[in-house]
C-alpha cells in the first residue's frame, strides 16, 4: 500500500510541475488551431531541430498578436471542434481556415475576413474522367475534406459518391491509387498537396467562394473590434500581404479582393522552403536521420499518453471494484444503481462520453481542464468493464471461502477483504491487464479533446512528412514498448500469486511448477 | 471416556423448537429440540436429506433460522413471527446475534474451505488478528502451537494446495480452534477423504473430546460415532427421531425409521 501511495504522490507531482504555466508581462491572447491543420495553414516545420510550428496563419497571428500589444499562446483543437472549444473557452479566438458561412455564424461572431478564396479541381493526369467542372463530377467518386465548404458545395452539385477525409494527404494518396475520380479542395490546399504530385493535374475554374474569417465568442465585441482594427492595420501597411506573398498565395482573387494590383514585394521564400523540401529524395541515413529527430515529439507526446493512461486506469480500478462489490453484496436498491452504470456506460461510445464530459458539462456550470476531462472519461468507462472483470473474478472464488470467513467470526466486510478478494485479483489479472492495454490505445481519442498525445503527433508528423507508413510503424512500435512493461508486470504478478495458490513444491523437485494437467496458471 | 448422559449443569447448547424451510417453502427443520452439555461429543447420523447439514449449519449461523431459539454459551438467537413484527430493527439485531455465535463457534466443512492464497500458519492467524485484533507475533506462537496439536508442526509455511485432505483437515480444525470456541462443529469433516486419511482426522477430534471440548458432528463414520461418541442422535426428515447411547442405539433401535436406516448401512458397519 505503501509504495502504491508513493507512486500516487510522484504521479501528481508530476502534473503540478506540467501544468504550471510560466508567468508573461504581456495579456495573453490564447488562440485555437487544428495543429493537422497542414500546409499552408499550420505544420510541423520539416527540417527543423526543433519541431516547431509554421504556417501561414501562425505568422498572421502573431502579426496581429503584436498590434494588439498581447502574447499568443496557442490551444490545439481537432478542426470539428475549434467552434465548440472556442465557445467553451478554451481559447478567445480560432483560427484555422474556418470559413464564414452562415452555419458557423449561428454559433460565433467572425472578424473581417482575413483570406478569399475559391474551391479547386484536383484529377489524375490527362483526365481519364473528363472532369472540368462541378458538373462534371455526378456520377464520380469525389473525394473532400469532411464537414467542409466543399462537402457542401458537392452535396448541393447532387454528386452521390463523396468520399470524405479527415486529411487531404489521404485524399489525393487515394486518387493516385486510383480510388477517387477527383478532389475538391480549398485551393491552397491543392497547391500544396497536390501541386507538386507529377500524377496529378488542375482542371477547371475556380469554383464557388470562400471566406477565412476569425471567430470569436457571441457578444464578445470588445475583443471582436481590437481584431478587427488590428486586422486592418496588418492589411493596410501590406504586413498581411507580405504574409501571402511568402507563402504564395497571392492570388487574382486577392489582389481583387483587397483592391491591391501591385506587385509583389516579397519572393515566396516559404513556398518555396516547402517546395524544395518536396522535390528531395532521401537516403537511407537521412531517413533514419529523420526518424531519430522525432523521438524528443514522440516522447513528450509518450509522456502524455502514460499519464492520461495510468489516471484513467487508477480511476477506472477504483470505481471497478467499488462497482463490482456493490453490485454483488449491496443491497438490491444499491445493486441495482451499479448494474445500470455498468450497463450504460458500457452501452455508449466512449468518444461520445468524453464529448460529453468536456463540451457538455460546462452546461452545467462543470468545467474541467483537457488532461483530467481525459481521465475522468476514460476512467468512468473503463470502470465499466473492470466491474466486471472483478464481478467475475468475485464469482469465481467459491461460496464457501466466504462460509470458511464467515465461520471464523469474520464479518462479511471482513471476508471480502482479506480472504475473497484477495483470490479474486489474480483470476481478474488478466483481463484487467487486458483492459489496461486497451485503454492505453484508446486514449488517442484524448486527442479529440486538445491534448497532443501520440496519436496526434503522430498525426502531426505523418501530414508533415507525407509520410504515413514509417511514421506509423514508429508509433506502433513505441505505443508497444509503452505497454510492455504492464504487461510483464502483470505476468509477473499472476505468477506469484499463482505460486501461492497452487503452492511451491514443484519448483523444490526442480520440477515446472506451471506444468501440470488441468491447471489455470501454465 | 464415555460419559453419562443427562449431567446436572446447565447445557452449552440449547436448541429449542428450531424451524427452517428452504427458499421454495419445502421444510427442512420441523421443529428440532436438544440440550447438548458441555463436554459433550455429540454425533449426528441420518439419511441424506434428513436435515442434519442444515441442523449444524443453522447452530453456526450459516443459515438463517425461521423461528426458534438457540442459545450456546450465552449467546442467544432466537426469531419469530412476533418478533419481526414488533421490532423494526429486528433484522439487523439478528444479525448481529449471528455474528455474535459464530465467534463462540468453531465449524469444520467438508471441503475443508482453508484459504488458498494462505500459508498453513497464515490461514489460523488471519481470524484472530481481524476480529480479536490480537497481535500477530501473538497470533503466530499460538498458531505454532495448534499446528504441533494436530501434527502438523512442519506445515506451517505450506500452502494449503500442497498438502492431503488430511494434513488439510487437520489445520482447518487447528484454524477453528485459533478463536477459541466454547463448541466445535464438523459438517461431514471426513467424507472427503481418502479411507486412509480419516483416522489422522478423527484421532485429533477424540484429543480434543479428551480436553472437555463440546463437540457436534455430523458424520457418516458409524464406527467413529459408535465408539468415540458421548451419544448419538439419529435424525429423519427434519426431525430428531432418537438421541440415544451408541452402542444402545445399534443394537436395540427403538423406531422403526432408526430401525430401516440401520438395515441399509448392515454389511457397512461392522
Same mark, same amino acid.
Given at each position: 500500500?505503501?509504495?502504491?501511495?508513493?507512486?500516487?504522490?510522484?504521479?501528481?507531482?508530476?502534473?503540478?510541475?506540467?501544468? +504550471?504555466?510560466?508567468?508573461?508581462?504581456?495579456?495573453?491572447?490564447?488562440?485555437?488551431?487544428?495543429?493537422?491543420?497542414?500546409?499552408?495553414?499550420?505544420?510541423?516545420?520539416?527540417?527543423?531541430?526543433?519541431?516547431?510550428?509554421?504556417?501561414?496563419?501562425?505568422?498572421?497571428?502573431?502579426?496581429?498578436?503584436?498590434?494588439?500589444?498581447?502574447?499568443?499562446?496557442?490551444?490545439?483543437?481537432?478542426?470539428?471542434?475549434?467552434?465548440?472549444?472556442?465557445?467553451?473557452?478554451?481559447?478567445?479566438?480560432?483560427?484555422?481556415?474556418?470559413?464564414?458561412?452562415?452555419?458557423? =455564424?449561428?454559433?460565433?461572431?467572425?472578424?473581417?475576413?482575413?483570406?478569399?478564396?475559391?474551391?479547386?479541381?484536383?484529377?489524375?493526369?490527362?483526365?481519364?474522367?473528363?472532369?472540368?467542372?462541378?458538373?462534371?463530377?455526378?456520377?464520380?467518386?469525389?473525394?473532400?475534406?469532411?464537414?467542409?465548404?466543399?462537402?457542401?458545395?458537392?452535396?448541393?452539385?447532387?454528386?452521390?459518391?463523396?468520399?470524405?477525409?479527415?486529411?487531404?494527404?489521404?485524399?489525393?494518396?487515394?486518387?493516385?491509387?486510383?480510388?477517387?475520380?477527383?478532389?475538391?479542395?480549398?485551393?491552397?490546399?491543392?497547391?500544396?498537396?497536390?501541386?507538386?504530385?507529377?500524377?496529378?493535374?488542375?482542371?477547371?475554374?475556380?469554383?464557388?467562394?470562400?471566406?477565412?474569417?476569425?471567430?470569436?465568442?457571441?457578444?464578445?465585441?470588445?475583443?471582436?473590434?481590437?481584431?478587427?482594427?488590428?486586422?486592418?492595420?496588418?492589411?493596410?501597411?501590406?504586413?498581411?500581404?507580405?504574409?501571402?506573398?511568402?507563402?504564395?498565395?497571392?492570388?487574382?482573387?486577392?489582389?481583387?479582393?483587397?483592391?491591391?494590383?501591385?506587385?509583389?514585394?516579397?519572393?515566396?521564400?516559404?513556398?518555396?522552403?516547402? /517546395?524544395?523540401?518536396?522535390?528531395?529524395?532521401?537516403?537511407?541515413?537521412?531517413?533514419?536521420?529523420?526518424?531519430?529527430?522525432?523521438?524528443?515529439?514522440?516522447?513528450?507526446?509518450?509522456?502524455?499518453?502514460?499519464?492520461? +493512461?495510468?489516471?484513467?486506469?487508477?480511476?477506472?480500478?477504483?470505481?471497478?471494484?467499488?462497482?463490482?462489490?456493490?453490485?454483488?453484496?449491496?443491497?438490491?436498491?444499491?445493486?441495482?444503481?451499479?448494474?445500470?452504470?455498468?450497463?450504460?456506460?458500457?452501452?455508449?461510445?466512449?468518444?461520445?462520453? &468524453?464529448?460529453?464530459?468536456?463540451?457538455?458539462?460546462?452546461?452545467?456550470?462543470?468545467?474541467?481542464?483537457?488532461?483530467?476531462?481525459?481521465?475522468?472519461?476514460?476512467?468512468?468507462?473503463?470502470?465499466?468493464?473492470?466491474?466486471?472483470?472483478?464481478?467475475?473474478? &468475485?464469482?469465481?472464488?467459491?461460496?464457501?471461502?466466504?462460509?470458511?470467513?464467515?465461520?471464523?467470526?469474520?464479518?462479511? %466486510?471482513?471476508?471480502?477483504?482479506?480472504?475473497?478478494?484477495?483470490?479474486?485479483? %489474480?483470476?481478474?489479472?488478466?483481463?484487467?491487464?487486458?483492459?489496461?492495454?486497451?485503454?492505453?490505445?484508446?486514449?488517442?481519442?484524448?486527442?479529440?479533446?486538445?491534448?497532443?498525445?501520440?496519436?496526434?503527433?503522430?498525426?502531426?508528423?505523418?501530414?508533415?512528412?507525407?509520410?504515413?507508413?514509417?511514421?506509423?510503424?514508429?508509433?506502433?512500435?513505441?505505443?508497444?514498448?509503452?505497454?510492455?512493461?504492464?504487461?510483464?508486470?502483470?505476468?509477473?504478478?499472476?505468477?506469484?500469486?499463482?505460486?501461492?495458490?497452487?503452492?511451491?513444491?514443484?519448483?523444490?523437485?526442480?520440477?515446472?511448477?506451471?506444468?501440470?494437467?488441468?491447471?489455470?496458471?501454465? | 471416556?464415555?460419559?453419562?448422559?443427562?449431567?446436572?449443569?446447565?447445557?452449552?447448547?440449547?436448541?429449542?423448537?428450531?424451524?427452517?424451510?428452504?427458499?421454495?417453502?419445502?421444510?427442512?427443520?420441523?421443529?428440532?429440540?436438544?440440550?447438548?452439555?458441555?463436554?459433550?461429543?455429540? +454425533?449426528?447420523?441420518?439419511?441424506?436429506?434428513?436435515?442434519?447439514?442444515?441442523?449444524?449449519?443453522?447452530?453456526?449461523?450459516?443459515?438463517?433460522?425461521?423461528?426458534?431459539?438457540?442459545?450456546?454459551?450465552?449467546?442467544?438467537?432466537?426469531?419469530?413471527?412476533?418478533?419481526?413484527?414488533?421490532?423494526?430493527?429486528?433484522?439487523?439485531?439478528?444479525?448481529?446475534?449471528?455474528?455474535?455465535?459464530?465467534?463462540?463457534?468453531?465449524?469444520?466443512?467438508?471441503?475443508?474451505?482453508?484459504?488458498?492464497?494462505?500459508?498453513?500458519?497464515?490461514?489460523?492467524?488471519?481470524?484472530?488478528?481481524?476480529?480479536?485484533?490480537?497481535?500477530?507475533?501473538? /497470533?503466530?506462537?499460538?498458531?505454532?502451537?495448534?499446528?504441533?496439536?494436530?501434527?502438523?508442526?512442519?506445515?506451517?509455511?505450506?500452502?494449503? /494446495?500442497?498438502?492431503?485432505?488430511?494434513?488439510?483437515?487437520?489445520?482447518?480444525?487447528?484454524?477453528?480452534?485459533?478463536?477459541?470456541?466454547?463448541?466445535?462443529?464438523?459438517?461431514?469433516?471426513? +467424507?472427503?477423504?481418502?479411507?486412509?486419511?480419516?483416522?489422522?482426522?478423527?484421532?485429533?477430534?477424540?484429543?480434543?473430546?479428551?480436553?472437555?471440548?463440546?463437540?457436534?458432528?455430523?458424520?457418516? =463414520?458409524?464406527?467413529?460415532?459408535?465408539?468415540?461418541?458421548?451419544?448419538?442422535?439419529?435424525?429423519?426428515?427434519?426431525?430428531?427421531?432418537?438421541?440415544?447411547?451408541?452402542?444402545?442405539?445399534?443394537?436395540?433401535?427403538?423406531?422403526?425409521?432408526?430401525?430401516?436406516?440401520?438395515?441399509?448401512?448392515?454389511?457397512?458397519?461392522?
Amino acid at each position: 500500500m505503501k509504495r502504491v501511495r508513493l507512486l500516487l504522490c510522484a504521479i501528481i507531482a508530476l502534473f503540478v510541475c506540467a501544468f +504550471s504555466a510560466s508567468a508573461e508581462d504581456k495579456p495573453v491572447l490564447k488562440w485555437g488551431g487544428d495543429s493537422e491543420g497542414n500546409v499552408p495553414y499550420m505544420f510541423m516545420e520539416p527540417d527543423s531541430e526543433n519541431k516547431h510550428m509554421i504556417g501561414f496563419e501562425i505568422d498572421i497571428v502573431n502579426a496581429l498578436a503584436e498590434r494588439m500589444g498581447m502574447t499568443p499562446q496557442f490551444v490545439h483543437n481537432g478542426w470539428d471542434n475549434l467552434i465548440p472549444g472556442l465557445n467553451l473557452g478554451l481559447y478567445d479566438i480560432a483560427l484555422s481556415g474556418l470559413e464564414i458561412t452562415p452555419e458557423h =455564424q449561428e454559433e460565433v461572431d467572425f472578424s473581417l475576413p482575413y483570406y478569399k478564396t475559391f474551391l479547386q479541381l484536383v484529377v489524375q493526369k490527362g483526365n481519364p474522367a473528363k472532369i472540368n467542372s462541378l458538373e462534371d463530377c455526378v456520377g464520380k467518386r469525389v473525394g473532400t475534406l469532411k464537414q467542409s465548404y466543399a462537402f457542401f458545395q458537392l452535396v448541393e452539385a447532387g454528386v452521390d459518391e463523396i468520399r470524405t477525409y479527415d486529411n487531404e494527404i489521404n485524399a489525393y494518396q487515394d486518387m493516385a491509387h486510383d480510388r477517387l475520380d477527383a478532389v475538391l479542395m480549398d485551393s491552397p490546399i491543392a497547391i500544396f498537396y497536390a501541386g507538386f504530385n507529377t500524377d496529378l493535374e488542375f482542371v477547371g475554374k475556380p469554383i464557388g467562394e470562400i471566406l477565412y474569417g476569425i471567430p470569436v465568442r457571441k457578444g464578445n465585441s470588445e475583443l471582436l473590434d481590437k481584431l478587427n482594427k488590428a486586422l486592418v492595420s496588418i492589411r493596410d501597411d501590406g504586413t498581411l500581404r507580405g504574409i501571402y506573398d511568402r507563402w504564395n498565395m497571392w492570388t487574382p482573387v486577392m489582389a481583387d479582393f483587397f483592391h491591391d494590383e501591385t506587385p509583389a514585394k516579397f519572393g515566396p521564400d516559404r513556398f518555396n522552403a516547402w /517546395a524544395e523540401y518536396q522535390r528531395k529524395g532521401l537516403t537511407w541515413k537521412q531517413r533514419f536521420d529523420r526518424y531519430v529527430s522525432f523521438l524528443p515529439t514522440f516522447g513528450k507526446a509518450s509522456i502524455v499518453t502514460l499519464k492520461v +493512461s495510468v489516471c484513467a486506469m487508477a480511476l477506472a480500478i477504483a470505481l471497478g471494484l467499488i462497482l463490482a462489490v456493490t453490485r454483488l453484496f449491496a443491497p438490491k436498491f444499491l445493486s441495482r444503481i451499479a448494474t445500470g452504470y455498468i450497463e450504460v456506460v458500457r452501452g455508449t461510445p466512449v468518444l461520445i462520453q &468524453l464529448f460529453f464530459i468536456f463540451y457538455g458539462l460546462p452546461n452545467i456550470g462543470l468545467k474541467l481542464t483537457p488532461f483530467w476531462a481525459g481521465v475522468i472519461g476514460l476512467g468512468i468507462n473503463y470502470a465499466a468493464y473492470e466491474a466486471e472483470n472483478y464481478r467475475a473474478g &468475485l464469482m469465481a472464488v467459491p461460496r464457501a471461502q466466504m462460509e470458511g470467513a464467515l465461520a471464523l467470526g469474520m464479518t462479511k %466486510r471482513e471476508a471480502l477483504r482479506y480472504v475473497v478478494i484477495p483470490q479474486a485479483v %489474480r483470476v481478474s489479472l488478466p483481463p484487467v491487464t487486458n483492459d489496461f492495454i486497451s485503454l492505453l490505445k484508446d486514449s488517442s481519442l484524448v486527442s479529440m479533446i486538445t491534448l497532443i498525445d501520440l496519436t496526434k503527433a503522430y498525426g502531426q508528423l505523418a501530414n508533415t512528412y507525407y509520410d504515413y507508413f514509417g511514421i506509423g510503424i514508429m508509433v506502433a512500435i513505441i505505443y508497444f514498448l509503452i505497454g510492455l512493461p504492464f504487461v510483464r508486470l502483470a505476468r509477473y504478478t499472476e505468477r506469484r500469486l499463482a505460486v501461492a495458490i497452487q503452492g511451491n513444491r514443484g519448483s523444490k523437485h526442480g520440477r515446472d511448477t506451471t506444468l501440470r494437467p488441468a491447471s489455470y496458471h501454465n | 471416556m464415555r460419559r453419562k448422559l443427562n449431567k446436572a449443569a446447565v447445557p452449552l447448547i440449547q436448541v429449542k423448537d428450531l424451524r427452517k424451510s428452504y427458499e421454495d417453502g419445502a421444510p427442512v427443520l420441523k421443529g428440532v429440540s436438544i440440550n447438548i452439555e458441555e463436554g459433550d461429543l455429540v +454425533s449426528i447420523i441420518g439419511p441424506s436429506g434428513c436435515g442434519k447439514s442444515t441442523f449444524l449449519r443453522c447452530l453456526n449461523c450459516l443459515e438463517y433460522i425461521d423461528s426458534g431459539t438457540i442459545t450456546i454459551a450465552g449467546v442467544t438467537v432466537s426469531r419469530s413471527v412476533e418478533d419481526e413484527e414488533q421490532d423494526r430493527d429486528f433484522d439487523k439485531k439478528f444479525l448481529e446475534a449471528c455474528h455474535k455465535m459464530r465467534q463462540e463457534v468453531g465449524m469444520v466443512f467438508q471441503s475443508f474451505n482453508l484459504f488458498p492464497h494462505k500459508t498453513v500458519l497464515e490461514n489460523i492467524m488471519l481470524a484472530p488478528m481481524v476480529v480479536k485484533h490480537v497481535k500477530e507475533d501473538v /497470533a503466530r506462537k499460538t498458531g505454532i502451537e495448534l499446528l504441533a496439536k494436530v501434527g502438523l508442526a512442519d506445515f506451517a509455511d505450506k500452502y494449503p /494446495a500442497t498438502m492431503s485432505g488430511g494434513q488439510t483437515q487437520r489445520a482447518a480444525i487447528a484454524r477453528a480452534l485459533a478463536m477459541n470456541p466454547k463448541v466445535m462443529l464438523y459438517d461431514e469433516p471426513t +467424507s472427503a477423504l481418502d479411507p486412509e486419511l480419516v483416522g489422522e482426522v478423527l484421532q485429533v477430534m477424540k484429543n480434543l473430546d479428551q480436553e472437555g471440548m463440546t463437540q457436534v458432528i455430523v458424520t457418516h =463414520q458409524m464406527k467413529f460415532a459408535r465408539d468415540a461418541s458421548d451419544y448419538i442422535v439419529f435424525m429423519h426428515g427434519g426431525e430428531i427421531v432418537e438421541k440415544e447411547d451408541g452402542d444402545v442405539l445399534f443394537t436395540q433401535p427403538k423406531d422403526e425409521r432408526t430401525k430401516n436406516f440401520l438395515r441399509h448401512l448392515n454389511g457397512v458397519i461392522a
